[in-house]
C-alpha cells in the first residue's frame, strides 16, 4: 500500500489532496496489525515446544488455566488426534481478546515462555537501536488516531503525515520481529 501510495504521488496528475493520503494511512494500520498478529501467532508456535522442553511454569498454568484447559477439557484431549493443536487454538482463542500492540502485555505474555527479562527490550539490544521500541509506539499512537478518529485532529483537519519518518517506523517492525526471531530461535522455540 504504501508503494501503491508512492507510485500514485509520483504519477502526479490531479491536484494532490491530504485525503489522498489514505493510501499510507491504510499501510501503518496493516502494518501494526501484522506485528500484532505475529506476537500472538509466534507466542502460540512457541507454545508447545517450550513446554516440551522445560515443562509448566506458573505463568503457563495461569495462561492455560484462563484459556479454558480444564482437567475435562484435558481428559477429552486423550481422544483428540491432535491435542497439541486443541491446547495451541485454546490459547489462540484466548489470545484474540488481547490487543498486543503493548510491549508490556508482549513481555509479559512472553515470560511464560521463559523469558524474564522483557523480550521486546532483548530484541531491541540486539537490534543495538536505543529508541527503537520507542519509535515503534509513535507509529502504534499515530495507528490509533487513524483507527479512532480518521486521523483527524481537534479542529477537523487531517493530520500531516512525515513520510521518511513513518516509513522507516513501518520498517523498525521488520527489525524488531527479526531480532525476536533470533531469541527464540537461541531458546530453540
Given at each position: 500500500?504504501?508503494?501503491?501510495?508512492?507510485?500514485?504521488w509520483?504519477?502526479?496528475?490531479?491536484?494532490?489532496?491530504?485525503?489522498?493520503?489514505?493510501?499510507?494511512?491504510?499501510?501503518v494500520?496493516?502494518?501494526?496489525?501484522?506485528?500484532?498478529?505475529?506476537f500472538?501467532?509466534?507466542?502460540?508456535?512457541?507454545?508447545v515446544?517450550?513446554i516440551?522442553?522445560?515443562g509448566?511454569?506458573?505463568?503457563?498454568?495461569e495462561?492455560l488455566?484462563?484459556?479454558g484447559?480444564?482437567?475435562e477439557?484435558s481428559?477429552?484431549?486423550?481422544?483428540?488426534k491432535?491435542?497439541k493443536?486443541?491446547?495451541?487454538?485454546?490459547v489462540?482463542?484466548h489470545?484474540?481478546?488481547?490487543?498486543?500492540?503493548n510491549?508490556?502485555?508482549?513481555?509479559k505474555?512472553y515470560?511464560?515462555?521463559?523469558?524474564e527479562?522483557?523480550?521486546?527490550?532483548?530484541?531491541?539490544?540486539?537490534?543495538?537501536?536505543?529508541r527503537?521500541?520507542?519509535s515503534?509506539?509513535?507509529?502504534?499512537?499515530?495507528?490509533?488516531k487513524?483507527?479512532?478518529a480518521?486521523?483527524?485532529?481537534?479542529?477537523?483537519?487531517?493530520?500531516?503525515?512525515?513520510?521518511?519518518?513513518?516509513?522507516?517506523?513501518?520498517?523498525?517492525i521488520?527489525?524488531?520481529?527479526?531480532?525476536?526471531?533470533?531469541?527464540?530461535a537461541?531458546e530453540?522455540i
Amino acid at each position: 500500500m504504501i508503494k501503491r501510495h508512492w507510485e500514485a504521488w509520483k504519477a502526479g496528475g490531479a491536484a494532490w489532496d491530504e485525503s489522498d493520503d489514505d493510501l499510507f494511512r491504510a499501510g501503518v494500520v496493516l502494518s501494526v496489525a501484522a506485528m500484532d498478529a505475529y506476537f500472538t501467532d509466534r507466542f502460540c508456535e512457541a507454545l508447545v515446544p517450550y513446554i516440551k522442553k522445560e515443562g509448566l511454569n506458573k505463568g503457563l498454568k495461569e495462561l492455560l488455566s484462563n484459556s479454558g484447559m480444564t482437567l475435562e477439557k484435558s481428559i477429552e484431549m486423550f481422544d483428540n488426534k491432535r491435542p497439541k493443536r486443541v491446547m495451541s487454538n485454546l490459547v489462540r482463542r484466548h489470545l484474540s481478546t488481547f490487543v498486543t500492540q503493548n510491549f508490556k502485555i508482549v513481555d509479559k505474555l512472553y515470560r511464560c515462555i521463559g523469558f524474564e527479562k522483557p523480550v521486546t527490550l532483548s530484541a531491541q539490544d540486539l537490534s543495538k537501536r536505543k529508541r527503537l521500541l520507542g519509535s515503534i509506539e509513535k507509529l502504534v499512537e499515530r495507528r490509533h488516531k487513524i483507527v479512532h478518529a480518521g486521523d483527524y485532529n481537534q479542529h477537523g483537519r487531517l493530520n500531516q503525515i512525515e513520510y521518511q519518518k513513518t516509513f522507516k517506523r513501518i520498517l523498525e517492525i521488520r527489525v524488531l520481529v527479526a531480532n525476536i526471531e533470533k531469541l527464540l530461535a537461541a531458546e530453540k522455540i
